[in-house]
């Protein structure tokens, strides 16, 4: 069983950090693209940030110049590093990897639990 573990997320003053992470554990033969994804209370989900196997990277117009997202292929680990906090970046986070666990078998789409970033005064 393949699991996506976030972690990282809290409550931050607006201009704060944060970074948060997530774990792929379970067996995994590859992870393609990985991603960070978040939903507002009300809003639908988006994409904060992704990057490819090969480290390119692709960011939210909304984030851009603020984040910085990250992978360590040994640990099967994401990270997005997250500065100069906006009220309006308060969502919940998602990780989110495509990937196969078996040499042959098909990729697909996995998503963590979620953590919450709350940005407020």
């Known amino acids: 069983q393949v699991q996506l573990v976030e972690s990282g997320g809290g409550s931050v003053q607006p201009g704060g950090s944060l970074r948060l992470s997530c774990a792929v554990s379970g067996r995994v033969f590859s992870i393609n693209t990985m991603g960070w994804y978040r939903q507002a209370p009300g809003k639908e989900r988006e994409l904060v940030a992704g990057?490819?196997?090969?480290?390119?990277?692709n960011y939210a117009d909304s984030v851009k110049g603020r984040s910085t997202i990250s992978r360590d292929n040994a640990k099967n680990t994401v990270y997005l590093q997250m500065n100069s906090l906006k009220p309006e970046d308060t969502a919940v986070y998602y990780c989110n990897a495509d990937l196969a666990r078996y040499s042959g078998s098909i990729y697909r789409n996995y998503w963590g639990q979620g953590t919450q970033v709350t940005v407020s005064s």
């Open positions: 990057i490819t196997s090969g480290g390119n990277t």
